[in-house]
């Protein structure tokens, strides 16, 4: 059983600040990184991929990865009220998509 | 514009009843899957499929058979519902491996 560990939470950050979301997966197999937003009653939706060690930018989020120590992280710069949500973590190898139960986020206005 | 759309969002079905729940995707992916999620449980999943009338068991497919007849549609059935499968089910489309997946917006069942 491959797993996947996020810490559930509710994390809670002043808007504005910096979240820092966290993610360890157990199968050294995986390839690529995946994080999806959820809102509540929504489905995921992506927010950004990783394939390489080291930090990947997009906008106000940054993906961090560490095969080594088979870590990934999801740091959102200038948090917003509308970051609001659940984020999950999926790892993938080949076809594949393993997810952790994710952690809650609530920005503070 | 991408979009993968499931047949029923609020379904109320009797223990025992047979059970579809279908998915379509417009984006020509080869890759399909069904999820379900469920509080403290996250995203688990059930099968999957990579091309036309093949079919991968995931984490817990007991309970569950699916069909990939056509490309573009995904079926998940349950022969015999239980209560116990009283969930949000999610499908998912992927352009190939190690692609982002696209989800619908989801089937929530309830088995009484």
């Known amino acids: 059983q491959k797993e996947v560990e996020q810490n559930s939470g509710p994390l809670s950050v002043p808007e504005g600040a910096i979240a820092s979301l966290n993610c360890t997966y157990s199968d050294r197999g995986s390839q690529s990184f995946f994080w999806y937003r959820q809102y509540s009653g929504k489905s995921p939706e992506l927010i950004m991929f990783?394939?390489?060690?080291g930090d990947k930018e997009d906008g106000r989020f940054t993906a961090q990865l560490n095969k080594a120590s088979q870590y990934v992280s999801l740091l959102i710069r200038d948090s917003q009220p509308s970051d609001s949500a659940t984020y999950l973590c999926?790892?993938?190898?080949?076809?594949?998509?393993?997810f952790g139960t994710g952690t809650s986020l609530t920005v503070i206005p | 514009d991408v979009k993968v759309t499931q047949s029923s969002r609020y379904l109320v079905k009797r223990t025992g009843e047979k059970v579809f729940l279908e998915c379509v995707q417009d984006?020509?992916?080869?890759?399909m899957f069904w999820y379900r999620q469920d509080p403290g449980l996250g995203l688990r999943l059930i099968y999957f499929s990579y091309d036309v009338k093949m079919k991968e068991k995931g984490d817990i497919p007991e309970g569950y058979s699916v069909s990939r007849e056509k490309k573009e549609r995904f079926s998940l059935i349950l022969e015999s519902a239980s209560t116990n499968q009283t969930s949000m089910y999610l499908c998912a489309s992927a352009p190939g491996a190690k692609r982002e997946l696209f989800f619908g917006e989801g089937s929530r069942l309830t088995v009484l």
């Open positions: 990783i394939y390489s060690n």
């Open positions: 999926a790892p993938n190898t080949g076809n594949q998509f393993y």
């Open positions: 984006m020509d992916h080869e890759n």
